[in-house]
């Protein structure tokens, strides 16, 4: 059986409204739905980034003198869960895979169009109907966690919504899943085969199939969740019987791998902006490949190692102790081949090659902690201190927000036909790196030293490390302001790019900048090598 | 070496980039594969729970077997009438399809009304004890999942109509989904059944 789509996109055309009008439509272009979840992710993140500064300004003194207990709680919940499922995840995976997937496979569109504007109009009443339930009865108070029995004592409407919003957006993360695993495993362009694709679509596929199988326990274990505060039921609740350690394991079924949902995507967008701007081929594509399947399959079973004071049975620890260090060969494959993709390069320096560099020496630094972490012993001495924090901070915040930024660089031409001022650029890196590295680096030195996560007052002695903390932070949302103005600046009267200002031979920047709707003129361009560059670079002068 | 030559696919076939293959079905596999770990993970947590918490003393969570025995038999049966219906739309023969249409959905709906005949003369509520909660919870959300695949037979049935329905031979999509579906209904209350009422 066979389908139309050209008849289907006309249709869509005409009822579509054209200009800027058509980002607040339900549009079923994947190039505007892409943008969508950019900027909705990026009106998330001020919000997060707020919450954050709230807490840092919090931690300045050792008493709770800026907010109350409780409020510092709802802050802390909220700043967690606004990030990572209505900034980082929606980014990386919705905005960037609309938006280049359908390019990098040679399509006019997603394979489910519809499903995939579903999937992005979930997202902003869920963000919403969670910022607002502060208003109404206090947040919810438990941490992206949500552990029972505290989900359960705390004050519940809060957590109900949170219930709610958080089952919306997973909702919304296994249709987009299940659209980019169609996409790229059925709606490729003939003749073009899976070795053959930019790795960004790897990573989108073994990312896709980790929501797929993952994020449904989640929504399971939500749902046992809200039955215990809304039904009076057991589920987690020690004092009616119930198991808390249930609760963690399923819910780390999910949340470990939401951190690979979270950086494998990351990753591949690292491998597609590397070897445009050091004008080398990607170094071992199929390890890189083999790479990304083996973090997908080892994801899946280390979730335990987030429970070692939990009373893991010694099996357990044992097991998912060498899991976790396995995890460590396919991510320092990775590494080694992006240090060996730019070494000998002719590298540019810009402002997304600077935000790439900048991602590796964070992720090299928050993988080696990671590993640290997996060792048991090591593990129950820092449990639930500030060491996890800055841990996990590097591999979210210097891992896959400086890929985001970097990749805001990179593909800003394309969306606008504009380029981003370098200048300020910069200015943004340079804020950026040294606040975040400011801000969390001191941190792995308080945990070290005992000081607990998620609690608003905390011993004396750690106050001077501390405030060197905030002022990182300081520095992290100023940097937000050059990026602004550089972004409405570039927008109005920006350099013009040209269709191909990086000189790339990825197939996004084989058509013309802006994209036409269906985003080829004629036929799709059929691109067996996404990164022929250095030596075969004369034959395709007329690209260049 | 090129790597990118337009001008030798201008001379490929145009009608590629207009059709391609029908994958509505493989994208509702994926969604299956989903929705099965989410019972996945409800299995998860009942065999944890049977294995680490000890029920308080005197709770009840013996099963009667009948019941359930019947709606296993009947759902396997509703799952061949739906195969049957299947083969007599090939053959165009709408009528005879929606014929074995309407005796899947008697059986669904009966599947449910003994569901809730077991419900009403169990000995433990929801919140009784750690068992009857999962016990609930599990076979309430299977049973959530064959109230909505009655309804889409329902619907299905319906657009199965001679004049002016949107499924046949030619449209056979709508129907295989809903079959999928509900294979994959009964293939969950098959492994439920075991795992629950005989394990």
Known sequence: ?544 | MTTINPKKLENSSKENNLHHEDFRLFGLITFLIADGMTFAGFFAAYLTYKAVNPLPDGAIYELELPIPTINTILLLISSATFHKAGKALLKKNNFESQKWLLITSVLGITFLICQLFEYFHLPFGLTDNLFASTFYALTGFHGLHVTLGTLMILIILWQTRIDGGRVSYKNMFPFEAVELYWHFVDGIWVILFIILYLL
């Open chain 1, 1 to 544: 059986m066979t389908i139309l789509i050209d008849k289907k996109n006309q249709v869509a055309e005409k009822i579509q409204p054209k200009g800027f009008l058509r980002y607040f439509s339900f549009s079923l272009d994947h190039k505007v739905i892409g943008i969508q979840y950019l900027v909705c992710g990026f009106l998330f993140y001020l919000v997060g980034g707020t919450l954050a500064s709230a807490i840092r300004i919090e931690l300045t003194s050792p008493m709770s003198d800026f907010m109350p207990r409780d409020v510092y709680n709802q802050v802390l919940t909220l700043h967690g869960t606004i990030m990572i499922f209505l900034w980082i995840v929606p980014v990386v995976n919705g905005a960037f895979g609309n938006y280049l997937i359908p390019f990098y496979v040679g399509a006019r569109d997603m394979a489910f169009p519809r499903l995939n504007a579903v999937a992005f109009w979930l997202i902003p009443p869920s963000g919403l109907m969670l910022i607002t339930s502060y208003f109404i009865d206090g947040a919810a108070q438990a941490g992206w966690t949500a552990y029972p029995p505290l989900s359960i004592t705390t004050p519940q409407s809060g957590q109900i919504v949170w219930i709610l919003s958080v089952l919306l957006l997973g909702g919304s993360s296994i249709f987009g899943g299940i659209n980019f695993i169609a996409t790229i495993l059925k709606l490729r362009r003939p003749g073009l085969k899976l070795m053959q694709l930019p790795m960004y679509c790897w990573a989108m596929l073994g990312t896709s199939i980790l929501v797929v199988l993952s994020t449904p326990v989640l929504a399971g274990t939500l749902i046992l969740l809200s039955f215990d505060i809304v039904a009076n039921t057991g589920f987690f609740n020690p004092v009616l019987g119930g198991n808390v350690v249930v609760y963690q394991h399923l819910f780390w079924f999910y949340s470990h791998p939401a951190v690979y949902i979270m950086v494998l995507p990351a990753f591949g967008l690292v491998s597609e902006i590397l070897p445009i701007h050091c004008r080398k081929a990607l170094f071992g594509y199929r390890t890189m490949v083999f790479s990304i399947m083996g973090i997908v399959v080892l994801g899946l079973v280390v979730w335990a190692h987030h429970m070692f004071t939990s009373g893991t049975p010694p099996w357990m620890r044992l097991f998912f102790t060498i899991a976790t260090a396995f995890i460590a060969v396919p991510t320092g494959i990775k590494f080694f081949n992006w240090v060996a993709t730019m070494w000998g390069g002719k590298i540019s320096i810009n402002s997304a090659m600077l935000f790439s560099c900048g991602f590796i020496i964070n992720f090299v630094f928050g993988g080696i902690t990671g590993v640290a972490l997996a060792q048991v012993p090591f593990d129950i001495h820092v449990h639930d201190t500030y060491f996890v924090v800055a841990h996990f901070h590097y591999i979210v915040y210097g891992g896959s927000v400086f890929v985001i930024f970097s990749s805001i660089y990179h593909w800003f031409p394309k969306v606008t036909g504009k380029l981003l001022d370098e200048k300020l650029g910069m200015l943004h890196f340079a804020l950026t790196f040294i606040g975040f590295n400011l801000c969390f680096a001191p941190q792995h030195w308080l945990g070290l030293n005992g000081m607990p996560r998620r609690v608003a007052e905390y011993d004396p002695q750690f106050q001077f490390v501390n405030q060197i903390s905030s002022l990182g932070a300081l520095f992290m949302a100023i940097s937000t302001i050059p990026f602004l103005i550089n972004i409405f600046l570039s927008i109005k009267n920006g350099k013009k790019a040209g269709d191909n200002p990086w000189r790339a031979l990825t197939p996004e920047w084989l058509t013309s900048s802006p994209p036409p709707v269906e985003n080829w003129k004629g036929e799709a361009p059929l691109v067996t090598e996404p990164y022929g560059y250095g030596n075969d670079l004369k034959d395709n002068k007329e690209f260049l």
